[in-house]
């Protein structure tokens, strides 16, 4: 093949080894080894990473300073043909922290900090908060790069509003502050009053997939119209459609959102559960509920990742959390088993297979998956088996969740420039040694998330300093490159390099597929899995039960399913005041008996 005889410009994200000032050169290894000469250049520029809500934080006057062995840095140049090779001249930097083993993103309040501008950036565009109410019937499912809404659009999707109100009952839930608490009420509010269908006949609650709003004029969409489900009541939306309401149950106790809880698992598991050859189906049709239905087309009699594993993070583990209720826990060890037993295809792949006929058989045929792999999907079951473990202990989980800790940085990260991929190729053909990339390059934020959240409890539960490793590089990429500091909130996509890739529906703050869900998500659990499993910091934690909400007037406060005997309850506060009642092992604060909402403010201390 002839030399590559042309210039391109990339990001390298490695590890500085040394530093030649007579040269202005250094040396930048890579995450798995490989060692590259980098050159300063006269307009070289750079930055520490800085939170949303922060400012500019230049570093160009100190770059020899920073420019240490063992520093963890991004530095983006030009490849110029050289010689036998090419030469590396850098045009800019970001440093995710001050000095080596430092990272900003491990500030005990970071993610606060940005779920807190996140929340707030969301107020803004969807309500025009402070400067308007919160009122739901101007949310809008589209919104674009800066946070305007399209003015032709008058979608309401039930799946991104609920989202939205998880995103701001997790707001709630790390800083206290009352405006997020209030949209999260009245999004909830406003799901239960114009998104929920109740059949009579049948006694259960059914979720509609979207309403569009005319003025004071509401047509309701049962049926999704997203391409991928079109005409079908898929499982996914009426999980998600729990997910916000369920968060905000963990602070207020509302017996309305737990009761639509509960007849939404009844409608699970009178239609969607296949009480023949396990698992759920991921499509019902909307008459007749009927996962065989001839109607469903390709959808017909399936199961797929979605709508066995998604029930977990969305909002089991949540309603586990806020009840204690046996019920659930076995519901999560049941999807759980299920993950377990048919997701892993090692003999064929380093990925899961995710999508299946309805007596398990692989579904290679389906849409645009086919025999294709969403890392993120990986990253997110390893994620949620050790959380699992934590609830009910199996060496089968850790043994899964380690095994995908293995084998996914090899093949769905990018060791050249840091993060995590979107789509590839399950399997390789002939002569190929990388997996294909099925539409792009890019990453995804969520995906970022699942990488995140996935080593860092790894590592938090078994102290595997190489799952820190990784957690800290995907972390550092993320926060280098997909915060907005110009509009706010986070990017839906970045190209390879970790420069913002700004097209399409890719450029939205708010669509289908992006609300306030992962990016906030992502905040909740890091300040969690950091501050109280890794770093050890104490973390507080607020809630504001209903009178008598709560069965036995126990407020149940543990932040996530964490290790046994890891955390316990340090101080309580109620209404700013200190308050004893409480079982610090069994993380319960026994509530007083009052007629109106107090405010709990929790201690979480780490052990």
């Given at each position: 093949m002839e030399r590559m005889n042309f210039t391109f410009s990339d990001t390298i994200g490695g590890y500085v080894t040394?530093?030649?000032?007579q040269s202005k050169s250094f040396g930048i290894k890579t995450s798995d080894g490989r060692e590259y000469t980098a050159y300063l250049t006269p307009t070289a520029w750079g930055r520490i990473a800085q939170n949303l809500g922060e400012s500019y934080i230049d570093a160009t006057q100190r770059l020899a300073e920073l420019l240490s062995p063992g520093q963890h840095v991004f530095a983006y140049g030009v490849f110029y043909p050289q010689g036998d090779g090419h030469k590396f001249e850098v045009k800019s930097f970001v440093f995710p922290g001050e000095a080596p083993d430092k990272y900003r993103h491990e500030e005990p309040d970071w993610w606060v900090k940005q779920i807190r501008s996140i929340a707030d950036c969301y107020l803004k565009w969807q309500f025009g908060y402070p400067d308007k109410e919160i009122d739901y019937h101007n949310y809008r499912t589209m919104l674009n790069l800066a946070g305007e809404k399209k003015p032709d659009d008058y979608l309401q999707e039930t799946d991104t509003i609920s989202r939205l109100v998880y995103g701001l009952a997790s707001a709630y839930l790390l800083t206290g502050e009352d405006r997020f608490l209030e949209a999260a009420e009245k999004g909830t509010n406003y799901l239960r009053e114009h998104m929920r269908f109740y059949d009579t006949d049948e006694n259960l609650i059914y979720w509609y997939h979207a309403i569009k709003v005319q003025g004071k004029r509401e047509q309701k969409l049962l049926v999704s119209e997203f391409s991928d489900d079109i005409d079908c009541i898929p499982a996914y939306e009426q999980i998600y459609a729990l997910a916000g309401p369920i968060q905000t149950y963990r602070i207020t106790g509302d017996p309305r959102i737990l009761k639509?809880?509960?007849?939404?698992?009844?409608?699970?598991?009178?239609?969607?559960?296949?009480?023949?050859?396990?698992?759920?189906?991921?499509?019902i049709d909307p008459i007749t509920l009927n996962p065989r239905a001839e109607s469903l087309g390709r959808n017909r009699a399936r199961k797929n990742w979605n709508s066995v594993g998604d029930h977990a993070p969305a909002y089991l583990i949540n309603l586990w959390l806020a009840t204690g209720e046996q019920k659930y826990a076995d519901m999560l060890e049941y999807t759980f088993d299920t993950i377990e037993k048919y997701f892993p295809d090692y003999e064929n792949s380093p990925f899961v297979q995710e999508k299946f006929h309805e007596d398990w058989s692989k579904d290679q045929e389906w849409g645009w998956q086919q025999n294709r792999a969403v890392v993120g999907h990986n990253l997110k079951i390893a994620w949620n088996l050790m959380r699992?473990?934590?609830?009910?202990?199996?060496?089968?989980?850790?043994a899964l969740a380690q095994k995908i800790a293995q084998l996914m940085?090899?093949?769905?990260?990018d060791k050249q420039r840091g993060g995590w991929y979107d789509v590839v190729e399950r399997v390789l053909a002939e002569g190929e040694e990388h997996h294909r990339f099925v539409w792009h390059d890019r990453k995804a934020w969520w995906q970022q998330e699942q990488a995140i959240l996935a080593y860092l409890i790894l590592n938090g539960t078994l102290q595997n300093p190489e799952y820190l490793r990784h957690a800290r590089e995907a972390s550092a990429f993320y926060n280098a490159h997909f915060l907005d500091h110009d509009d706010g909130g986070v990017y839906f996509n970045t190209l390879a390099s970790g420069l913002p890739f700004l097209m399409g529906t890719e450029r939205f703050k708010g669509s289908h597929?992006?609300?306030?869900?992962?990016?906030?998500?992502?905040?909740?659990?890091s300040?969690?899995?950091?501050?109280?499993?890794?770093?050890?910091?104490?973390?507080?934690?607020?809630?504001?039960?209903?009178?008598?909400?709560?069965?036995?007037?126990i407020l149940r406060v543990s932040p996530d399913i964490l290790p046994p005997g890891s955390i316990s309850i340090g101080k309580v506060w109620i209404n700013e005041e200190e308050y004893s009642n409480f079982d610090a092992e069994a993380l319960t604060v026994k509530l007083p008996d009052t007629q109106e909402q107090v405010k709990v403010k929790v201690?979480?201390?780490?052990r």
């Open positions: 040394h530093f030649d000032r639509d809880a509960e007849m939404t698992v009844d409608l699970f598991d009178r239609f969607y559960l296949d009480k023949e050859q396990g698992g759920y189906f991921s499509h699992m473990q934590s609830l009910k202990p199996k060496d089968q989980y850790v940085p090899d093949v769905g990260s597929s992006m609300s306030a869900y992962h990016s906030t998500e992502l905040c909740y659990l300040a969690v899995y950091q501050n109280l499993l890794i770093f050890k910091y104490p973390t507080d934690f607020y809630f504001k039960p209903m009178p008598g909400a709560f069965k036995d007037n201690q979480i201390v780490p």
